[in-house]
C-alpha cells in the first residue's frame, strides 16, 4: 500500500491571479547547493530557459531579484533569496511532527481498510534521525505496520504506561550528571519491574552554529552573551532538559542568555532551520540537523536513543520480526548515513532498571 506524506507548501498569488511555481523554492535550494544556475536546473529537472524565466517572473513579483549572477562566479541568492528559502525550510521543519503525526493517523486509518489483519506497532517517541528509519525499515522488509507518532520523551513514556502505545521512544545521556537529572524525570512514569528496554544508537547532542562558527562559540558558557542570539527546543522536550542540566552544573543563570525564553522549536531540523536562516546564531540539536544545512556543530554530550515496551509485548509476532530487522544490516545500513549516530547493540533487550542506571560501559 502507497503511504500519505503531508508536506507544507507555500502560495503566492499576484494581483492577476497568477501564483508562484512551489518549484521555484526546489531551484533556490539547488543554486543554493551548487552555485551555478545550469547545474541547479539539471538537479530539479527544469530546462535552463524555464528556469531563468521561473526567477525573472518571480523576482519582478516580489520587486527585487531572487539570484544575483556574475560571469565567471556563476549564481548565488541574494539576501531575498536567502530569506524566502530559509522561511520555507524553517516551516517545513517546524510543522514536521505535527504533519507527520497526522500522516500517520490517517495511513492507519486506510490501512484497517486495505489489510483489516495485518499487525501494528505504535511508536511514541521522541524526535530523532534514527527512529525515523523504523517505519521505513518495516515497510521495506517486514509485515507489520508502524504507527510512528512524535512527541517529548517523558510524554511517549507515559503513553507507554497508560498502554497508548506499544513501544516509546527515549533518550538518556551516556553517563555522569546529566544522566541524572534525565532519569530523576523518566523514573516517575516508567513501571519499571513490567517493562523493558531495546537498545537502538548512540548519538550526540552538541550547538548548532553558522558555517565557521563566526562567533567562536565553544560551549554554554559563551551563550550568557548579550551579542549571541539563541535558539532553545520547546519545554518539556528531552533536549531542553537536558540543556538545562548543563547550565546548572555550570552555574549559568539561563535568563542571561537571549532567546532562552522566548523560542521553542519542537524539532532538532527546526532549531537549525532557525540558525541557518540567521533568526539565530546558535541552538541545540543533534549533529544530522545541522550538516543537512551545512551548518557547524559544536559536540556536547553523547547520549543512548532507546525504545522502551512492556514485556508482553515481546511475545507479539510482529516484535520479533521488527528485533530482527534492527539486528540486521538494514538498519544498520539506513543509520550509517547520518552523523553523530553510532550503533548501540540494536536489538538488544534489557531490563528497564539497568537502562536507567546505565550500561557496564559506563561505569
Partial sequence: M?????????????ASGERVDPRLFDLLRAINDSGKLTLAAKTVQLSYRHSWDLLSGWSGFFGSPLVA????????LTPLGEKLLWAEQRSDASLFPLLENIASELNLEIGRHVKPSQDLLRIHASHGYAIEKIPLVMRAHGHADVDLQYMASVEALRSLSRGS???????????????????AQYEPVVKAKQQVVIRLVKRTQGLVVAKGNPLGIRSVADLANPRVRFVNRQRGSGTRTIF???????????????????????????????VASHMADVGIAVEPAARQLK???????????????????????????????????????????????TLDEPGQVVPMTQALEGFSDER
Wanted: a negative charge; one cysteine or more; aromatic letters at 10%.
Fill in 2 to 14: 502507497e503511504k500519505i506524506t503531508i508536506r507544507p507548501s507555500w502560495t503566492f498569488t499576484t
Fill in 69 to 76: 549572477m556574475t560571469r565567471g562566479k556563476g549564481a548565488q
Fill in 165 to 183: 502505545c506499544e513501544f516509546a521512544g527515549f533518550h538518556l545521556p551516556v553517563g555522569g550528571e546529566l544522566a541524572a537529572v534525565m532519569r
Fill in 244 to 274: 538545562d542540566g548543563m547550565l546548572a552544573a555550570q552555574g549559568i543563570d539561563a535568563r542571561a542568555i537571549p532567546g532562552y525564553a522566548e523560542t521553542g522549536e519542537f524539532t532538532h531540523a527546526a532549531v537549525a532551520a532557525f
Fill in 295 to 341: 551548518l557547524d556543530f559544536v559536540p556536547l554530550v553523547v547520549e543512548r536513543y532507546m525504545l522502551a515496551c512492556d514485556k508482553r509485548a515481546l511475545e507479539m509476532p510482529a516484535t520479533g520480526e521488527m528485533l530482527a530487522l534492527l539486528r540486521g544490516q538494514a538498519f544498520r545500513d539506513a543509520v550509517a548515513s547520518e552523523p553523530g549516530y
